[in-house]
């Protein structure tokens, strides 16, 4: 079990950013890939970004060059850098972890908006 616990959202202005963190109840250093989801209203949860155990990362197209995951497994966490946010970028972002036995674990949400 993983519980997986979200902070850093808010609103801001377009153009500006924010920094969001992901805490776990336990260890990440053995869970394959972390990452983060998003869902607007009235669309479905996406990906934005993800990060493996060895450090590989992946993004989804809307959000390549402006944000940044990262992942501190001596800090059990995960944080998406989110620069030149945009309008479209509204949503509530969610937290993932996939461990070894391919178990999945969402944390609660963190609502992000951007005004224009």
């Known amino acids: 079990q993983v519980q997986l616990v979200e902070s850093g959202g808010g609103l801001v202005q377009a153009g500006g950013s924010l920094r969001l963190s992901c805490a776990a109840s336990?260890?990440?250093?053995?869970?394959?890939?972390m990452g983060w989801y998003r869902q607007a209203p009235g669309k479905q949860r996406e990906l934005v970004a993800i990060?493996?155990?060895?450090?590989?990362?992946n993004y989804a197209d809307s959000v390549k060059v402006r944000f940044t995951i990262s992942r501190d497994n001596a800090k059990n966490t995960v944080a998406l850098q989110m620069n030149s946010l945009q309008p479209d970028d509204t949503a509530v972002y969610y937290c993932?972890?996939?461990?070894?036995?391919?178990?999945?674990?969402w944390g609660q949400g963190t609502q992000v908006t951007v005004s224009s």
């Open positions: 993932y972890a996939r461990t070894a036995t391919s178990s999945t674990y």
């Open positions: 336990r260890s990440i250093f053995s869970i394959n890939d």
């Open positions: 990060i493996t155990r060895g450090g590989r990362t």
